[in-house]
């Protein structure tokens, strides 16, 4: 065959464009078959998340490293189709999630979540355990405009007092009202004398906020109820002799704790080798990260808590099971209340995308605000704050080490209806509870 000289030109311009000849004849092959196919782009289809989350510092352990271990268990399992149904099909509305990881450990924490939006360009955000953090980041979302999930963080001040008309941020977890509510009533339920109580829970707006619900819950439930001192150590302190001792001073019947991670430890430690636990009934609402990792040293009798019902107080469903064997076969323990809350917060995304029929943004805001789904604590629904805040059941439990069998568990465990424990829409926290729980659904 001869070849002319203007497809001889032709061919050496391709090849000094770099293509071979025979890709071109391959290329010219699969015409066909590439227009009779779905196009590369809807093939490889993702959506770009950022998580964070401590990764290092005295949180990490207890409640940054379970909440990424969740995350990567869940999204390799949502990647593949691997989670029951109603989650069996494969991404958030077909797309792949593609996960960027973030240590919330971080004196930048503003700048670190705009780097995210501006130079990774996600397509949305989850994380932040710390209330501090929260309070920084739910302002910085609405500016930015950037879909962001609070999948931890407690505090009620994010959408009562900070971001009052939320559009671009959602909490997928109860906060802490629910929390202390719960707390108290559990006391009432379980004919734990109460006639004094004290506080030990962390300076700033977790501590203060948590500490404020439980001891105003108390006066409504238990009249007369007075409150022997109040202790606010600096976060992170992780020496509380002074405080211990004051609550030794005054004997009250009960403590209660907010604290939480490597705080929640030192105090389990500290007080009970000093005979907290012995004099007084101590209540510890994040308790459940601390049973299975002290064991033997966490006092039996206290009351503990979850931030929902999560962990040991999780009940009993199709996806619990999966999701306990799921994690327990990857990383060789069980998942607490950070891994359940992390795992609740992506099975809600994807829920709002499979929903909408799309992993964009407006299409994923629209579906999750005022949304309801299963996760493996159980139903949870995104009823304060305009659709963008969650309530849920919650539950407490006593604690027990079995020496036996070397196994720590809960008993006595009480639940909770999640109109029991939440305010209703419209109305704040402390309202709430002032008025003496209006409209509140214990049956």
């Known amino acids: 065959m001869r070849i002319s000289p203007r497809t001889t030109k032709s061919v050496k311009t391709i090849i000094r464009k770099g293509i071979s000849l025979s890709a071109v004849a391959i290329a010219g092959s699969l015409g066909l078959a590439v227009m009779a196919s779905p196009t590369m782009a809807e093939e490889e289809k993702t959506v770009k998340v950022g998580f964070v989350t401590f990764l290092s510092g005295g949180a990490a352990g207890p409640f940054g490293v379970p909440a990424r271990n969740a995350a ?3 999204i390799q ?4 189709g691997a989670v029951p149904a109603p989650y069996n099909s494969a991404g958030f509305a077909g797309a792949k999630i593609d996960p960027i990881f973030v240590d919330e ?6 700048a670190d979540y705009q780097k995210l939006v501006q130079k990774d360009e996600v397509d949305m955000i989850v ?8 309070k920084a980041i739910a302002p910085a979302a609405e500016e930015a405009k950037k879909l962001t999930i609070l999948f931890d963080c407690g505090t009620p001040q994010i959408f009562e007092e900070i971001v009052t008309d939320p559009k671009y941020t959602f909490r997928t977890g109860g906060h ?3 929390d202390n509510v719960a707390a108290a009533r559990y006391l009432e339920a379980s004919g734990v004398k109460s006639d004094s109580i004290a506080g030990i829970n962390q300076n700033y707006a977790w ?6 619900d439980f001891s105003a819950s108390m ?13 606010f150590p600096k976060i992170y302190s992780g020496q509380y002799g002074s405080e211990i001792s004051a609550l030794l001073t005054k004997k009250p019947d009960v403590v209660h704790s907010s604290f939480w991670g490597g705080d929640m430890e030192a105090f389990i430690l500290q007080g009970a080798a000093r005979g907290i636990f012995d004099r007084s009934k101590v209540v510890l609402t994040t308790g459940e990260t601390a049973m299975h990792r002290l064991g033997a040293q966490m006092p039996d009798g206290t009351i503990i808590g979850a931030r929902g019902p999560h962990g040991d107080l999780a009940p009993d469903s199709e996806l619990n099971d999966w999701f306990r064997k799921a994690y327990f076969d990857r990383f060789g323990t069980l998942p607490t209340y950070p891994s359940y809350k992390m795992a609740q917060a992506i099975l809600g995304m994807k829920a709002a995308a499979d929903k909408a029929g799309s992993a964009d943004q407006e299409a994923v805001i629209g579906a999750l605000k005022g949304l309801e789904w299963e996760g493996p604590s159980g139903m949870v629904s995104m009823a304060l704050s305009n659709g963008h805040q969650a309530i849920q059941d919650t539950a407490y439990g006593t604690y027990k080490y079995d020496k036996d069998s070397g196994k720590a568990m809960l008993v006595d465990i009480k639940r909770f209806n999640a109109t029991c424990v939440n305010p209703p829409a419209g109305v704040t926290s402390i309202e ?7 409209g509140a659904n214990c049956n």
């Open 72 to 74: 990567e268990l869940m």
């Open 207 to 212: 501590g203060q906020d948590s500490w404020r």
């Open 127 to 134: 994380g932040y355990i710390s209330s501090g953090s929260c």
């Open 105 to 110: 450990n971080s004196k930048q924490k503003v």
């Open 219 to 231: 006066k409504v439930i238990e009249e007369g109820t007075e409150i022997a001192t109040e202790q």
């Open 176 to 178: 802490a009202t629910m």
């Open 77 to 80: 399992s949502i990647n593949a």
């Open 432 to 438: 709430w509870i002032e008025g003496g729980f209006q």
